[in-house]
């Protein structure tokens, strides 16, 4: 592109949207596991991992953010899981899958098995059934570098915060196990906090992956005002200020049929 002249403004605004466009994404981060394998260029499993990703540039029903993907036949298919912060709506929903398995392959490239967690979602796949398994690893933190004036005070009503919302999530049905509010601390400070698994977990193995994460903040996240610990089954993040929405309703349950009223005997009228 040429630029000149009182077109020199307007050049430099449009390659300034172009470069933030392509800029990375500040809450992307992605991991795999050493020991899981590699696929190399122009295989089968790369034409096939390309797919899940055109897959998730095309959703056309939003599942409510949950989605379990396939491409391929043994031993080249790709099964992928894909979910959203219950919060996200579907246009908000389909353009962060896109952008996170487009990163993904990008930047955590050649792993036959391998998770990206953005802000808003997370894409995960392999070469193997992933569908309703407990998985730890690969997993990150992410943390606030700030600071809580009163640790102690901060770290007491974050804990029981997300105590509560983890028996939310963990009892949550089918479609979503997602929970989001914010509670008091110390000196009046507000956390806001999130926790969600993918829904194919059972609510033990989510209780068991919302445990797991909530132990790790303690190591990794003690004290700060903000942290996200992310799991390839579950995620969890607090904040000092807001950062979810309404979560996005769903379908309202059939009412319960009505039990039969007691059944009486026919009266018999003798002449």
């Known amino acids: 592109m040429e630029c ?14 172009a470069a933030l466009a392509l800029a990375d994404d500040p809450y992307f ?8 394998g590699n696929y190399t260029a122009n295989s089968s499993y790369q034409a096939n991992l390309n797919r899940i990703v ?10 409510y953010g949950f989605f ?19 919060d996200r709506t579907q246009d908000e929903c389909n353009s962060c899958l896109h952008r996170t398995a487009t990163e993904l392959i990008q ?11 953005s802000e808003f979602c997370l894409v995960r796949y392999a070469n193997r059934d992933i569908f309703g398994q407990l998985e730890s690893e690969p997993r990150t933190c992410a943390f606030n570098t700030r600071k809580a ?5 901060f770290n007491d009503g974050l804990s029981e915060l997300l105590n509560n919302l983890s028996n939310i999530a963990a009892a949550g049905g089918p479609l979503r196990k997602y929970a989001a509010g914010n509670a008091t601390a110390g000196n009046l400070q507000t956390i806001y906090a999130a926790v969600q698994c993918t829904p194919d977990m059972d609510k033990q193995n989510c209780t068991h992956c919302l445990d797991d994460g909530k ?3 303690l ?13 390839p089954t579950c995620i969890l993040r607090f904040e000092s200020n807001p950062f979810y929405h309404t979560a996005v309703p769903l379908p309202s349950l059939p009412p319960s049929p009505t039990p039969p009223g007691p059944t009486t005997s026919p009266t018999s009228i003798g002449g």
């Not at 000149?4 to 949207?17: A, D, P, V």
């Not at 055109?54 to 599942?63: G, I, M, R």
């Not at 004036?149 to 005070?153: A, D, E, Y």
């Open 215 to 217: 132990a790790e903040f």
């Open 54 to 63: 055109s897959q998730l540039s095309s959703l056309t029903e939003f599942n």
């Open 219 to 231: 190591n990794c996240c003690y004290g700060r005002i903000g942290c996200r610990v992310l799991r």
């Open 68 to 86: 379990n993907l396939s491409a391929g036949e043994s031993p080249d298919e790709v099964k992928a899981i894909a979910l959203c912060t219950g």
């Open 29 to 36: 981060e992605c991991g795999f596991v050493e020991d899981r």
């Open 4 to 17: 000149s002249g009182r077109l020199l403004f307007y050049c430099s605004l449009i390659l300034s949207l």
């Open 107 to 117: 930047r955590c490239p050649w792993h036959k098995e391998a998770t990206a967690w």
């Open 149 to 153: 004036s009163n640790p102690v005070q």
